[in-house]
């Protein structure tokens, strides 16, 4: 018996956005109700449409990767098949970005004549019962479903279906096809690995996202069933064993028994975003408590100062609790991608404005800092120190390794570019929520907001956020509409603002204005078109220190400024990478402003000598301390000039 899942708050299931529950504290608002018009997140979805987007789909085509859909069709393979098992996954994530971007554009004939061809060639290639996927199934390739540790089938799924999730919910009714193609492989699925199916999982979770999300649009219950039962197999040892441990595809520990996430940090992220839409969508409160706590233990030992995650590059993994050395931060862009899946979720239902600040931090320092101002090379791995140049990577390139010094146009492994294209594509999307009392702004960006808020007192609300953010603290929303009766605005002040002030000027009468602390500032009143509320907190920089635990980093300090997290880069040194090495900062001696979002900061560089044996009693060497004031910059604009090194935690001097 097939039943259905319904939406009950004021945003449908078709909402323009990545992540529509049916029920939770907030609703989100999507890409046709907040609109970004200028400004530091402007600049990169221009970039992310003009050059990622072309530049994805080139390489897709050049590394054969969209041609193994061809061949599947040509009914040819394995024979000609190029690429890694999930190969699939990233024409997925490309047309998952192309549907957010056609709805952030509000269409456009070329790019939408590019998606329907990707489709088609997609739906060339799935077979009679619904299976798509070009890497098994033929003679000559294993059998479907034999390899569930490595062969990824369900996780490129998981793929098609955020895809067709975003192409539903950005054009509803299209005619291109793919949600049929989406919907026949999740019923395909529901028979071979429901109650009596196949009863073990994928080794890299994904495919329950694309499921809660596939069962929201479409309101087949049986798809998050699936999802359910996919997310409670996990853990209790259905994968068999490696060399990483089971850890390594959170097969070690069921999930409401997890203290922390653990193992590789895509796939714990990734399964903690679907274990919070089950456990929102089936009201079971004890997994989401599970969750809570885990992200609870994950920020506060396990996160890189820049909100990244991962700091083993063997496995891609979580290192210990205060596991976090800078050199060897793995950071993978598409952890912290995931971690913003999490994270976000965790927000909509619960409202804690913990999940928007880390939110913020991971885009800032993670998502803006993998690809590169021409949008057309990308971190994989995002250290936290770099110890040597290196080489360039050329633009012509596969690079086969994720942790080059500078960005590389495409990996072997390429699932970060095609990730920061669908983010970027969707930012809008998490700018801006609603409930039956009023709007909330979690991030800050130069956009328009045209929405209804929902409840008996409810109606149109329309207003234009200006800010030139993170430049300055000062984020203005200038209301155009409102309902009659009062509504609340709700602005985040972060964490770390000081001395913030929430200001409101009416239209007519004279401008109030009340000191706010961390958290939501609220402003509950009968809004009127031209009232103008203001948020201003200050933005100076500030000497951030590790917990003493987080050994690797203890006794150095790293600056930040707002939301952004700075760096100390070779070129902006005299000596270059060899001064690098030996710097070591003056923290009263302070930080200074400079122009373009830079700082000045006072380092020293401490005298070394080569010796055979780098360890001794005294390592003073016979020359004095040179003094410099340095330039420092954002972290997420290093690597830009050049081969460098860099550092984001700089040692404190010895006195
Ligand atoms: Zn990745």
């Given at each position: 018996m097939s039943t259905t899942i319904s939406n009950t708050s004021t945003h449908t299931a078709l909402s323009m956005a990545p992540v529509v529950p049916t029920t939770g504290a907030l609703s989100p608002l999507g890409l046709d109700e907040v609109r970004i018009t200028d400004g530091f997140w402007a600049d990169r979805q221009r970039v992310n449409g003009a050059a990622t987007l072309p530049h994805v789909e080139h390489w897709l085509e050049r590394e054969g990767w969209l041609r193994n859909f061809d061949l599947a069709a040509a009914g040819t393979l394995p024979e000609g098949r190029r690429g890694r098992e999930f190969a699939d996954s990233e024409v997925y994530k490309y047309l998952e970005a192309v549907a957010w971007e056609l709805g952030r554009l509000g269409g456009d004939d070329a790019l939408e004549s590019r998606f329907r061809s990707v489709v088609d060639r997609v739906a060339g290639a799935q077979e009679a019962d619904g299976y798509v996927n070009t890497r098994f199934g033929r003679p000559g390739q294993g059998e479907r479903w034999s390899d569930l540790e490595w062969g990824h089938e369900l996780y490129c799924l998981g793929h098609l279906f955020q895809a067709a999730v975003a192409r539903e919910r950005t054009s509803p009714g299209a005619d291109d096809g793919l949600l049929g193609i989406a919907t026949r492989a999740a019923d395909l699925i529901c028979e071979v690995f429901g109650t009596d199916g196949i009863q073990s999982v994928c080794g890299h979770a994904e495919v329950e996202i694309g499921l809660a999300e596939l069962a929201r649009v479409t309101g087949e219950s049986r798809y998050l069933d699936l999802a359910s039962l996919f997310v409670e197999r996990r853990g209790t040892g259905v994968l068999a064993d490696i060399e990483y441990g089971r850890a390594y595809f959170q097969d070690d520990v069921p999930i409401r028994e997890a203290e922390a996430l653990r193992g590789h940090a895509v796939r714990a992220n990734y399964l903690a975003a679907g274990a919070t839409d089950i456990a929102v969508e089936q009201g079971d409160t004890g997994l989401l408590e599970a969750l809570r706590g885990q992200w609870d233990r994950t920020i506060a030992r396990r996160t890189y100062l820049t909100g990244g995650q991962g700091s083993h590059h063997q496995d891609e993994a979580f290192g210990e609790?205060?596991?976090?050395?800078?050199?060897?931060?793995?950071?993978?862009?598409?952890?912290?991608?995931?971690?913003?899946?999490?994270?976000?979720?965790?927000?909509?239902?619960?409202?804690?404005?913990?999940?928007?600040?880390?939110?913020?931090?991971?885009?800032?320092?993670?998502?803006?800092?993998?690809?590169?101002?021409?949008?057309?090379?990308?971190?994989?791995?995002?250290?936290?120190?770099?110890?040597?140049?290196?080489?360039?990577?050329?633009?012509?390139?596969?690079?086969?390794?994720?942790?080059?010094?500078?960005?590389?146009?495409?990996?072997?492994?390429?699932?970060?570019?095609?990730?920061?294209?669908r983010t970027l594509a969707s930012l809008a999307a998490f700018v801006a929520t609603s409930d039956d009392h009023g709007v909330q702004?979690?991030?800050?960006?130069?956009?328009?907001?045209?929405?209804?808020?929902?409840?008996?007192?409810?109606?149109?609300?329309?207003?234009?956020?200006?800010?030139?953010?993170?430049?300055?603290?000062?984020?203005?929303?200038?209301?155009?509409?409102?309902?009659?009766?009062?509504?609340?605005?709700?602005?985040?002040?972060?964490?770390?603002?000081?001395?913030?002030?929430?200001?409101?000027?009416?239209?007519?009468?004279?401008?109030?204005?009340?000191?706010?602390?961390?958290?939501?500032?609220?402003?509950?009143?009968?809004?009127?078109?031209?009232?103008?509320?203001?948020?201003?907190?200050?933005?100076?920089?500030?000497?951030?220190?590790?917990?003493?635990?987080?050994?690797?980093?203890?006794?150095?300090?790293?600056?930040?400024?707002?939301?952004?997290?700075?760096?100390?880069?070779?070129?902006?040194?005299?000596?270059?990478?060899?001064?690098?090495?030996?710097?070591?900062?003056?923290?009263?001696?302070?930080?200074?402003e400079a122009a373009d979002g830079r700082l000045t900061v006072a380092l020293r560089a401490r005298p070394v000598v080569d010796a055979a044996w780098p360890y001794a009693e005294r390592f003073d060497a016979p020359r004095d301390v040179e003094s410099f004031t340095a330039t420092i910059a954002p972290y997420h604009s290093w690597a830009e000039r050049g081969p460098s090194t860099m550092r984001v935690w700089i040692p404190t001097t010895r006195s």
């Open positions: 609790d205060f596991e976090l050395p800078s050199d060897r931060a793995y950071s993978e862009t598409c952890a912290g991608i995931a971690s913003i899946m999490f994270s976000w979720r965790l927000l909509l239902e619960d409202r804690d404005v913990r999940y928007a600040d880390h939110i913020e931090r991971v885009l800032y320092n993670v998502v803006a800092t993998s690809p590169s101002a021409a949008g057309t090379a990308f971190f994989y791995a995002n250290t936290l120190h770099q110890r040597t140049p290196g080489e360039s990577s050329p633009d012509d390139e596969v690079s086969p390794r994720a942790s080059s010094s500078e960005r590389a146009p495409w990996f072997d492994v390429s699932c970060c570019p095609p990730n920061v294209a702004i979690h991030q800050f960006a130069s956009a328009t907001i045209d929405t209804t808020i929902g409840g008996a007192h409810g109606g149109r609300f329309r207003a234009e956020l200006v800010t030139d953010y993170p430049r300055s603290g000062v984020v203005s929303l200038r209301i155009l509409e409102a309902p009659r009766d009062a509504v609340t605005v709700s602005i985040r002040v972060p964490s770390w603002a000081d001395d913030a002030r929430l200001s409101v000027t009416p239209a007519s009468g004279a401008e109030e204005t009340q000191d706010v602390a961390p958290g939501y500032a609220d402003l509950a009143r009968v809004f009127a078109a031209g009232d103008v509320v203001e948020l201003s907190f200050g933005m100076r920089p500030r000497v951030t220190h590790p917990d003493p635990r987080v050994d690797a980093i203890r006794g150095a300090v790293a600056i930040e400024r707002g939301p952004e997290v700075y760096c100390v880069e070779s070129v902006d040194l005299p000596g270059g990478d060899e001064t690098l090495a030996r710097i070591e900062i003056v923290p009263d001696a302070g930080v200074e």
